[in-house]
Each structure stands twice: as structure tokens, then as C-alpha cells.
């Protein structure tokens, strides 16, 4: 391993900018278990891994992180503790920074997959947010995430962070209409759902009427004002999160978590669209 050159510094600091994110179709990892997973996704053929900056201390505590750099062809820059601060946006860096391909995939190759279940951010602009409910997903065993063109870069350092490498795991399509999404989706054969708080749906009565065993794509919306009306009426249903005590509503996340969760018990159930067993 040697230092980085100062140009290759400066153009790993600008991919803290989403224009040139956009640009160089490269991003920022940060963290040993997001460098992990970069160095063993493979994102269009390629390795998701580009390059690994990192500090002497966390080659000498993450060495498997840095061998796996170096088996994915990644180019491998031994940086100084300062290097890699200027890289993180973290209060306390893990010592790990990389710089990794995107890894979005078309909406087309999302529907042609005819996907069980799938997580919709419509209008969602916390990148915080968004990086939760794609580990939600990830952890419910969902088939896709598809972030609308309303909806925060998926790139984000913050949305990158809080996937918490699931990121990685998943088929993301970016920057579909939220009219395109849904209708594409329904045309796969998923029933399309909007997550709303005052929805005229019950989760619970769902489950019990087993309308959560097929294919389902759930629409989850702004943080602060939910789904636009206009959205809403696209969808097949509007279910609302049943609330049992005296909170005033959940987050974007811990709703989305409820809802991907509700589908994937009952798609594992006898009868859904999933076997009990994994493949």
C-alpha cells in the first residue's frame, strides 16, 4: 500500500457532492461493514469497489476488510488519519473510506424479475430515512427498493451509512416517476400499497383477510406530510399502521419496518407466495 496522490484525494473529497457523484458514477463508503460488502457485490460485472483509502490502525484492526479490497482489484491507499477525516462525514471515523461504483439497477430489469415484494420512497428527502427503510427492506427480504425522482439521493453519504451495507444486497432502481413506478409494478403483477396514517385500511385486517400473501409493493412517503393525494389515488389501497397506544403516529422507518414485515410473514406463511424454507 502506498500514500494517495493529492489528485487522487481531491477527487474522492468531491464525491461528497452529488453533482459530481453524478458525474463520475462513483460514491462513498465508509465504515468497515460497508467496505466488506462493496469488495464482494459485483455491480454491473465489475467489483462495487473502486478504491480503499485507509489509515495504518484500521489496516492493522480490519486486515480481512483490506485483503478483500486487494483480491477485488481495488486499489488500495495506506491515508492518514487526517486523509481519511477529510473523506468521512462522521463525528468519529472508523478509519475505512472507499470509493465505490454505482450500483443502481434499470427499472425494466426490477419488473422483468417479477419481484414479491418491493419498498417505494415517494417524495422521501431524509437520506437518513431512506438508507433505514432500504436495510428494513434488506432484512425483510425484499426483492427491490425504487426511489422516485422526488426522493433523496440513494448515494447520499448519510443514506450509504444508515443502509448499513444493504446497499449492497439489493436491486435499487433510482429516479423513476412515482406514476411509472406504480403502474410498472401493478403490470408485474404486485398489488400496490400506500403506507399512509389515515389510511381506510387496517395492516391488521389485511393480514387476518390474507390480502398480504401475494405479491406486494408498499409506497411510502414524505417524512413530514406522508403521500400527496394525487399518489394515493394511484395505489390499489391506502393501509394505515393500526396505533394500540396513545402515540400520535411512527416514523417513516419504523412504518415501513411494520408494513415490509407484515407482508413477509405472510408470504412465508403455508399458502403465500413464498416457500416457509429458504432456497
Same mark, same amino acid.
Given at each position: 500500500?502506498?500514500?494517495?496522490?493529492?489528485?487522487?484525494?481531491?477527487?474522492?473529497?468531491?464525491?461528497?457532492?452529488?453533482?459530481?457523484?453524478?458525474?463520475?458514477?462513483?460514491?462513498?463508503?465508509?465504515?468497515?461493514?460497508?467496505?466488506?460488502?462493496?469488495?464482494?457485490?459485483?455491480?454491473?460485472?465489475?467489483?462495487?469497489? @473502486?478504491?480503499?483509502?485507509?489509515?495504518?490502525?484500521?489496516?492493522?484492526?480490519?486486515?480481512?476488510?483490506?485483503? @478483500?479490497?486487494?483480491?477485488?482489484?481495488?486499489?488500495?491507499?495506506? @491515508?492518514?488519519?487526517?486523509?481519511?477525516?477529510?473523506?468521512?462525514?462522521?463525528?468519529?471515523?472508523?478509519?475505512?473510506?472507499?470509493?465505490?461504483?454505482?450500483?443502481?439497477?434499470?427499472?425494466?430489469?426490477?419488473?422483468?424479475?417479477?419481484?414479491?415484494?418491493? @419498498?417505494?420512497?415517494?417524495?422521501v428527502r431524509d437520506p437518513g430515512n431512506a438508507g433505514t427503510v432500504l436495510r428494513c427492506a434488506d432484512a425483510a427480504g425484499a426483492d427491490a427498493?425504487?426511489?422516485?425522482?422526488?426522493?433523496?439521493?440513494?448515494?447520499?453519504?448519510?443514506?450509504?451509512?444508515?443502509?448499513?451495507?444493504?446497499?449492497?444486497?439489493?436491486?435499487?432502481?433510482?429516479?423513476?416517476?412515482?406514476?411509472?413506478?406504480?403502474?410498472?409494478?401493478?403490470?408485474?403483477?404486485?398489488?400496490?400499497?400506500?403506507?399512509?396514517?389515515?389510511?381506510?385500511?387496517?395492516?391488521?385486517?389485511?393480514?387476518?383477510?390474507?390480502?398480504?400473501?401475494?405479491?406486494?409493493?408498499?409506497?411510502?412517503?414524505?417524512?413530514?406530510?406522508?403521500?400527496?393525494?394525487?399518489?394515493?389515488?394511484?395505489?390499489?389501497?391506502?393501509?394505515?399502521?393500526?396505533?394500540?397506544?396513545?402515540?400520535?403516529?411512527?416514523?417513516?422507518?419504523?412504518?415501513?419496518?411494520?408494513?415490509?414485515?407484515?407482508?413477509?410473514?405472510?408470504?412465508?406463511?403455508?399458502?403465500?407466495?413464498? %416457500?416457509?424454507?429458504? %432456497?
Amino acid at each position: 500500500m502506498n500514500p494517495p496522490s493529492a489528485a487522487r484525494v481531491s477527487a474522492a473529497r468531491r464525491l461528497g457532492r452529488r453533482t459530481f457523484r453524478g458525474r463520475e458514477r462513483r460514491f462513498l463508503a465508509e465504515g468497515p461493514q460497508a467496505v466488506r460488502e462493496a469488495a464482494a457485490h459485483r455491480a454491473a460485472g465489475e467489483p462495487a469497489l @473502486a478504491e480503499l483509502f485507509c489509515t495504518a490502525e484500521a489496516a492493522e484492526r480490519h486486515p480481512d476488510v483490506v485483503e @478483500a479490497a486487494h483480491a477485488c482489484g481495488a486499489r488500495v491507499h495506506l @491515508a492518514s488519519d487526517g486523509t481519511v477525516e477529510e473523506l468521512s462525514q462522521t463525528v468519529t471515523p472508523q478509519g475505512l473510506v472507499g470509493v465505490c461504483r454505482f450500483l443502481d439497477r434499470p427499472f425494466a430489469d426490477v419488473l422483468a424479475a417479477r419481484p414479491a415484494l418491493v @419498498a417505494v420512497l415517494a417524495h422521501v428527502r431524509d437520506p437518513g430515512n431512506a438508507g433505514t427503510v432500504l436495510r428494513c427492506a434488506d432484512a425483510a427480504g425484499a426483492d427491490a427498493v425504487v426511489l422516485t425522482d422526488a426522493s433523496v439521493d440513494v448515494y447520499n453519504p448519510k443514506c450509504v451509512r444508515a443502509s448499513a451495507g444493504s446497499l449492497f444486497h439489493l436491486p435499487v432502481a433510482v429516479g423513476v416517476p412515482v406514476g411509472d413506478a406504480v403502474a410498472g409494478l401493478r403490470g408485474a403483477g404486485a398489488r400496490v400499497l400506500a403506507a399512509d396514517g389515515v389510511g381506510e385500511h387496517d395492516l391488521d385486517a389485511e393480514l387476518d383477510a390474507d390480502r398480504l400473501a401475494g405479491p406486494t409493493a408498499w409506497v411510502f412517503g414524505n417524512e413530514a406530510w406522508g403521500l400527496p393525494a394525487e399518489t394515493r389515488a394511484l395505489t390499489d389501497a391506502a393501509v394505515r399502521v393500526p396505533i394500540h397506544g396513545l402515540a400520535e403516529s411512527l416514523n417513516l422507518a419504523t412504518a415501513a419496518a411494520v408494513c415490509l414485515y407484515a407482508s413477509a410473514r405472510a408470504q412465508r406463511a403455508p399458502g403465500g407466495c413464498r %416457500s416457509v424454507t429458504p %432456497s
